[in-house]
């Protein structure tokens, strides 16, 4: 009988340890879902948004093009200095098949949106976020967020944060070089 | 009884070690205890509160420079007992980020403090009480941004009663009677 207290404490140390363990794993994988792994190859979560012209823009039907897919705010300072970036690349490599979209993740009215993208001069069209839209990707908890879908609809990059224009070159480059341009064409 | 106790406190800091790795994930601003204040009934008393950005972020100030951004703001909730006056905001400090070289943004960064001003009730009891708010706040670093967040946040005032008024003689005058 005496040695029951150790073997409780025994017990209580492994039960420590699934605990941390079990907790750990969790927010792992709440926080990452869907993980990188997951996405990357994949096709793109499908959904459909309403645009600042007041017009749905359905992901799929965008099939054929390349496709950067944005999301950013209003508040976001660093969304700021990739917008003029953006529109210089959708002039550049939007008759190759190419569409950059924007996916406003705010609080903001749709004036202020609309407001904002005017005044950044933005050319492609910029959608309504909604929270559930965020969570297909895995959660849009920093901004900018950004994801490149080749012509099929495949992700084949994500990038968090602001990158240097180059690299959003290159990622442009590599998704427009795979998968069909068929439907562009129709 | 010792082993037992010893196996309690070693889930407990399990649990506990996991559900603060759980808060460090992202920007967080915290708040100091609070300092117990005390004010007396139907006097006015300012509550100093202090809040932390975690190093490498900042959040706007309640004055940012641009309508797009968020401010910081803290909401205290109404009590029956004690009114809640004026809420005093530090001024921010002007900086530029590597994201925006040209541009200067107000910002809070490090430690900052918010004063909130009480005023208990003359009619209200001594003792302490509970007043409850949010600051609302969002945070960025210098190549990203996070939705902006709410922290709860939590103060206690103690009241203590108000002294005596001072005792008034009625006016002694001969003509006061007929």
């Known amino acids: 009988m005496k040695r029951n207290p150790l073997i409780l404490f025994f017990i209580a140390a492994i039960v420590a340890v699934m605990l941390f363990a079990g907790i750990r794993t969790a927010r792992n994988n709440r ?3 869907p993980a990188k792994g997951q996405l990357i190859g994949n096709l793109a979560p499908d959904f459909e948004l309403p645009a600042l012209d007041g ?10 093009k390349a496709v950067l897919l944005n999301f950013w705010a209003t508040y976001c300072g660093p969304c700021k200095i990739e917008m003029p970036w953006f529109v210089e690349l959708q002039k550049e490599y939007g008759p190759q098949g190419f569409q950059i979209v924007g996916v406003a993740m705010d ?17 492609y069209p910029i959608l309504l976020g909604q929270e559930s839209v965020g969570q297909s990707y895995g959660g849009v908890s920093v901004l900018p967020t950004t994801f490149f879908l080749d012509r099929d609809g495949k992700l084949v990059a994500r990038e968090f944060g ?25 | 009884m010792k082993i037992p106790l010893a196996s309690a406190f070693l889930l407990f800091s399990a649990w506990a070690w996991a559900q603060d790795d759980l808060g460090s994930q992202g920007p967080a601003v915290k708040m100091a205890p609070a300092p117990l204040i005390t004010a007396v009934q139907g006097k006015p008393a300012t509550v100093p509160l202090s809040f932390r950005v975690a190093p490498g972020y900042h959040i706007n100030s309640n004055k940012p420079k641009s309508d797009f951004l968020i401010p910081t703001v803290l909401k205290v909730e109404a009590t029956t ?6 809420t005093t905001y530090p001024e921010g400090h002007d900086m530029s980020f590597a994201f925006a070289p040209d541009e200067k943004l107000n910002v ?24 409850r708010g949010t600051l609302k706040y969002q945070a960025c670093d210098n190549s990203a941004c996070y939705p902006p967040k709410q922290l709860p946040i939590s103060f206690d005032v103690k009241i203590a009663k108000a002294p005596p008024a001072p005792h008034r003689n009625p006016a002694q005058s001969p003509h006061a009677h007929h």
Not at chain 1, 55 to 64: F, P, V
Not at chain 2, 81 to 86: A, N
Not at chain 2, 108 to 131: E, H, M, N
Request: charged share 25%; hydrophobic share 40%.
């Open chain 2, 108 to 131: 809070y960064t490090g430690d900052f403090k918010v004063d909130v001003l009480v005023r208990p009730l003359r009619s209200v009891q001594a003792g302490k009480y509970i007043v």
């Open chain 2, 81 to 86: 007992d004690i009114v809640i006056g004026r």
């Open chain 1, 107 to 123: 609080d903001a009215s749709t004036e202020d949106i609309a407001k904002f993208a005017k005044e950044m001069g933005v050319n």
């Open chain 1, 31 to 33: 926080a990452n879902y």
């Open chain 1, 55 to 64: 017009k749905h823009l359905k992901l799929s039907d965008l099939r054929g």
């Open chain 1, 162 to 186: 602001l990158q240097s224009r180059s690299v959003f070159v290159d990622h442009i480059k590599r998704a427009m070089s795979q998968g069909h341009a068929v439907q562009a064409q129709k």
